[in-house]
């Protein structure tokens, strides 16, 4: 998942997925091929919208924007105020509390990913990484938006928790609902939540 360097800054993804050892499967080696074709899109709305707030880098909050305004699983685990809620703090972003983010680098210090890695915050990399992973885990072919939103809302020194604590969103609360959908898409046959 590469894209050009353009305004802002915003360039290479930095997943460790890119290269496996021999043996493990061609559909592995292109970090692509692990997001599903809505989680694609999702994070090419977030790297926009970062580059058009003039960000740096790719950070955890425009990723939960990103989700909550493009993926309707995503916005089925939250009630509709909290929804909209959650939309108020992210588009005030640029006039409002986000100025302070700027220029910093988000690192929670729960990823692996080092600081200055192609555009996207340490904290962003980690959980698009762990977003695979856990779709790997359960089965599935490809991450999909609660897998990311699940790795997002476990990181608590992100500012997407930061954006969800200020919305009244409970953290624990939500990982159980986004659980409960897994658990009852897995009983659905269809693989769970990260399967398409």
């Given amino acids: 998942m590469t894209w050009g360097h353009g305004a802002g800054g915003v360039g290479d993804v930095p997943l460790r997925h890119t290269r496996r050892a021999a043996g493990r499967g061609a559909?592995?080696?292109d970090p692509d091929a692990r997001l599903s074709d809505e989680l694609a899109a999702v994070v090419a709305c977030a790297r926009r919208r970062a580059v058009r707030d003039g960000d740096r880098q790719i950070d955890t909050a425009h990723l939960l924007h990103s989700l909550l305004e493009s993926d309707?699983?995503?916005r089925g685990v939250f009630d509709g105020p909290q929804t909209a809620r959650l939309l108020g703090y992210l588009?005030?972003?640029a006039i409002g509390y986000g100025l302070r983010w700027r220029g910093s680098v988000e690192d929670s210090g729960a990823g692996s990913v080092p600081s200055g890695s192609g555009g996207w915050s340490p904290a962003a990399a980690s959980a698009v990484n762990a977003a695979c992973a856990r779709a790997e885990r359960r089965g599935g072919a490809r991450a999909r938006g609660l897998d990311l939103l699940a790795l997002i809302a476990a990181d608590p020194g992100s500012r997407a928790v930061e954006v969800l604590a200020r919305s009244g969103v409970d953290v624990r609360a939500l990982a159980a609902r986004i659980d409960a959908v897994a658990a009852v898409e897995g009983c659905?046959?269809?693989?769970g939540v990260v399967a398409r």
Wanted: neutral net charge; without cysteine.
């Fill in 27 to 29: 559909h592995r080696t």
């Fill in 72 to 74: 309707p699983e995503v």
């Fill in 91 to 93: 588009v005030q972003r």
């Fill in 188 to 191: 659905a046959g269809d693989g």
